[in-house]
């Protein structure tokens, strides 16, 4: 990492940032909410309650239906009566699953949604408590227990709970998720106005992604923010660039099994990026 006291953009840089760094860790967590939930699902088909199962759709459809109609900043007085008794229905729905299958994939699942849409409306006490509840079923995967805990705590974040934030994002998670955790440690320092434990925070997720050889844009424009330049990272060659490699060549095709192979490794163990 370099240092650079000369940071122009800075303010600019950690206004945007204030302002939108919340919104893109949540996406980020909701991705591999349902990267994780599909592999626990794949894991565990043979346990699945068709029940649960159509009742969790019905649950996406109509959330599906709802972040659409809310894209819309010309809403009528009477569409957004419609939106409000909608996502009531949302509420109740998601309530009725988990009091019937709470300790399911599907539940959590439900869980998920109506944290995002609580946050989506500044209700940041409502979102820690359904994921304090999501938090409290067992399935049996660290993954979906990591990305909950993370999200848990990007809440509390939000709230204005640093603390209780801190506490919760400093527990153990699998490897797979170290990157996204500093970082969520990062801007928790900051919120606390500890810049040098959020530049350490910074700079350990930097090159934890570089171990992956994955770069992330948001996590660079926090650093540069800080006065701090990372050195870049070199991203591994695309299957395309590296079959062209091998046709040029003559190699022997290892290089795109193992690319492949690495695409697949990111897909299952990073587990913080797929989504994030």
Do not use: C
Not at 116 to 142: C, H, N, P, Y
């Amino acid at each position: 990492m370099v240092q650079n006291t000369q940071s122009p953009n800075a303010d600019n840089s950690m206004q945007a940032l204030k302002q939108y760094g919340s919104y893109i860790i949540t996406a980020i967590l909701l991705a591999l909410a349902g990267y994780f939930g599909w592999t626990y699902w794949q894991e565990n088909h043979a346990r699945v309650d068709t029940v649960a199962a159509d009742h969790y759709a019905d649950i996406q459809r109509l959330n599906e239906q709802l972040n659409l109609a809310a894209q819309n900043p010309d809403l009528e007085a009477e569409a957004l009566t419609e939106l409000a008794a909608s996502r009531e229905q949302l509420n109740k729905d998601i309530e009725a699953l988990v009091n019937t299958h709470g300790d399911s994939v599907y539940a959590w699942q439900a869980l998920m949604i109506k944290a995002r849409q609580q946050v989506d409306s500044d209700d940041f006490a409502g979102a820690t408590e359904t994921l304090k509840q999501a938090l409290s079923i067992d399935l049996g995967d660290a993954g979906l227990k990591a990305i909950t805990q993370l999200r848990y705590a990007q809440t509390l974040l939000s709230a204005g709970d640093t603390d209780a934030a801190l506490s919760t994002a400093t527990n153990d998670i699998p490897v797979s998720f170290e990157a996204s955790q500093q970082e969520l440690l990062g801007d928790i320092y900051l919120a606390q106005d500890d810049k040098d434990a959020a530049i350490n925070a910074y700079e350990n997720a930097w090159e934890l992604l570089r171990d992956r050889q994955e770069t992330r844009a948001v996590l660079a424009l926090k650093l540069e923010s800080l006065g701090i330049v990372p050195e870049p990272i070199e991203e591994p060659a695309s299957l395309i660039q590296a079959n062209s490699t091998q046709i040029n060549t003559m190699a022997e095709p290892l290089a795109i099994e193992s690319d492949s192979n690495a695409a697949s490794v990111n897909n299952n163990n990073d587990s913080d990026s797929a989504a994030q």
